[in-house]
C-alpha cells in the first residue's frame, strides 16, 4: 500500500508526520512526503531514511519576516500552497492509495481534492485541537478577519469562521477543482476537516470533548522515533552538577531585541533559584548571555533523551514541546507567544504539572515566580504522576487505523 503525507508549516506541523512515516514503513506501507524544503524538515526526514519533494517555500525565513497579524502576501501565499497540491502532491499520489494532510486550509483543502480527484482515501490530521470547529470552544482568529466584538455564541462564532474560509480561500480552491473537472464547494474549511477528522493529541494531555458534532478519531500523539545521543559536551555539562533548566521556543521566531531579552531575563530567573541553564537557539534566536560556566547553548537536540534530565522546562507552548515535557515528567513554566499555544498553557495548569506564564513577556520577577511553583515539591511530583499516563506511540495507532481502512477486503489488519 502507498501513502502520500502532505504537510506545511513550522516543526510542529512536519515533526509529528515523520512519526508516522516511520510507523507505516514498519507496517510495511510505502510512503511519500510532500513538505517544506526547510534544510532542516530535509534533515529530519533523512535521519529516517524518507527523502521529501519539496512543497512550497521554505518556511523559517517567510514565518521570520512576515509582521504578525498582517495580511500582506497572505492571498499569494495560499495560491502558491493550493497550486502545490495540485500539482506536486497530485503527482506525487499517482497510484497511491491514501493522502493524509496537516497543516493550513489551502494545504488540507487542496489535498482532499486531489483526493477526490484520485478516488483515494484521506485523512485530515491536526496537532493540536482549537482548530476543530466545537461548541466548547471559540475558533482561533484568522489573519484580517477578526471576530465582531460582543459575540459570545461559539457555534455563531464558528459559521462566521466558515465564511471567512470560503471567502478567503474559496475561488482559488474552486478555480482549481474546475480544472480537474471537480464540482465546486460551498464549506472548504468543513470540506477540509471532513466530519471526521482525526487529532493526533495524546487524550490525557487534549482530550476532545464530547457533544462537539464532529466524530473525531484521537489517535495520540505522533512522536517521532529519537535515539540519538546528547552532543558530549551537553553530556558533559549534564553530568558536571546538578539538571538544569531547560529554556528554548521552539519554531516560534523572535526579533534580536525580543530575542536578547527572553535570554537575559530567563537565565537571571533561573540563576535567582540555584539553577544552572540549557538554552536553546530553536528559531526564537536564543543565546547565552555572558561566559558563565553555568549556562550550556545547544540547537537541534534529542529533547526525548534530554527532558528527562532536566529540573524544568520553560518554553513557548507549542504542541509538540509541551507533549514531550509532560511525556518525560518535567515540570514546565510555559510563556505561550500566539496561536494555539494559549491554550496548551491551559491545560498544563489544568493538570496541575506546570505554570502559565500571564503574557508574552515575563521579567525576571515573574519568571520567578512561574518557576518556584514549577520546581516545587508538589508540581514536580504531579508531573511524574501525568508522565506515566501519557500514550508513547499515537503513530503506530494511526498508521495502523490507515492501512486498514485502505485495506482490500479480507486482508488481516496490521498488528
Not at 529530519?44 to 519533494?53: I, K, Q
Not at 480537474?180 to 490525557?204: C, H, I, K, S
Not at 514541546?321 to 491551559?346: C, F, H, K, L, S
Not at 508540581?379 to 485495506?407: F, M, N, P, Q, Y
Request: glycine fraction near 12%.
Amino acid at each position: 500500500m502507498r501513502v502520500v503525507l502532505s504537510t506545511y508549516g513550522g516543526r510542529g506541523s512536519v515533526e509529528p508526520m515523520v512519526g508516522l512515516a516511520v510507523r507505516l514503513r514498519e507496517l510495511g506501507a510505502e510512503v511519500r512526503v510532500c513538505a517544506p524544503p526547510d534544510e532542516e524538515f530535509v534533515d529530519l526526514f533523512a535521519g529516517v531514511g524518507v527523502s521529501p519533494v519539496p512543497m512550497g517555500r521554505p518556511v523559517r525565513p517567510m514565518v521570520a519576516s512576515v509582521e504578525p497579524g498582517s495580511t500582506v502576501g497572505l492571498a499569494q501565499r495560499a495560491a502558491e500552497l493550493i497550486a502545490a497540491q495540485f500539482g506536486t502532491v497530485a503527482a506525487a499520489a499517482e497510484g497511491c492509495d491514501a493522502i493524509v494532510a496537516t497543516g493550513p486550509l489551502p494545504v488540507t483543502a487542496g489535498a482532499r481534492s486531489v483526493a477526490e480527484k484520485l478516488g483515494i482515501r484521506y485523512v485530515h490530521a491536526s496537532h493540536q485541537p482549537i482548530i476543530l470547529p466545537s461548541p466548547h470552544q471559540p475558533p482561533p482568529a484568522r489573519r484580517g478577519r477578526p471576530m465582531p466584538p460582543g459575540v459570545t455564541d461559539n457555534r455563531e462564532l464558528w459559521e462566521r469562521d466558515a465564511r471567512n474560509a470560503n471567502e478567503m480561500f474559496g475561488a482559488e480552491i474552486n478555480a482549481h477543482r474546475a480544472a480537474v473537472g471537480l464540482p465546486p464547494v460551498d464549506n472548504v474549511r468543513d470540506y477540509a476537516f471532513t466530519g471526521r477528522p482525526w487529532l493526533a493529541t495524546d487524550p490525557v494531555l487534549s482530550p476532545w470533548p464530547e457533544g462537539s458534532g464532529l466524530d473525531v478519531v484521537q489517535t495520540g500523539a505522533w512522536i517521532r522515533p529519537d535515539d540519538r545521543p546528547l552532543p558530549p559536551g551537553l553530556g558533559a555539562f549534564l553530568d558536571a552538577g546538578a539538571p538544569p533548566v531547560y529554556v528554548g521556543f521552539g519554531s516560534t521566531p523572535m526579533g534580536a531585541d525580543a530575542s536578547k531579552n527572553m535570554a537575559r531575563v530567563a537565565v537571571e530567573a533561573i540563576r535567582a533559584q540555584g539553577r544552572r541553564v540549557v538554552v536553546a537557539h530553536g528559531w526564537a534566536g536564543l543565546d547565552l548571555i555572558d561566559d558563565g560556566d553555568d549556562c550550556f547553548a545547544v540547537g537541534e537536540v534529542n529533547q526525548q533523551a534530554l527532558f528527562t534530565r532536566v529540573a524544568a522546562v520553560v518554553h513557548h507552548g507549542s504542541a509538540g514541546t509541551t507533549t514531550m515535557a509532560a511525556r518525560t515528567g518535567a515540570p514546565q513554566v510555559v510563556v505561550p507567544q500566539g496561536a494555539d499555544q494559549p491554550y496548551w498553557a491551559g491545560r498544563v495548569v489544568d493538570l496541575g504539572i506546570g505554570v502559565a506564564h500571564d503574557g508574552p513577556t515575563p521579567t525576571v520577577a515573574s519568571l520567578v515566580a512561574g518557576l518556584e511553583t514549577a520546581l516545587s515539591t508538589g508540581t514536580r511530583a504531579r508531573s511524574r504522576t501525568v508522565a506515566a499516563t501519557i500514550d508513547s506511540d499515537g503513530a503506530t495507532t494511526a498508521a495502523k487505523r490507515l492501512l486498514a481502512e485502505i485495506a482490500p477486503n479480507g486482508r488481516p489488519l496490521p498488528t
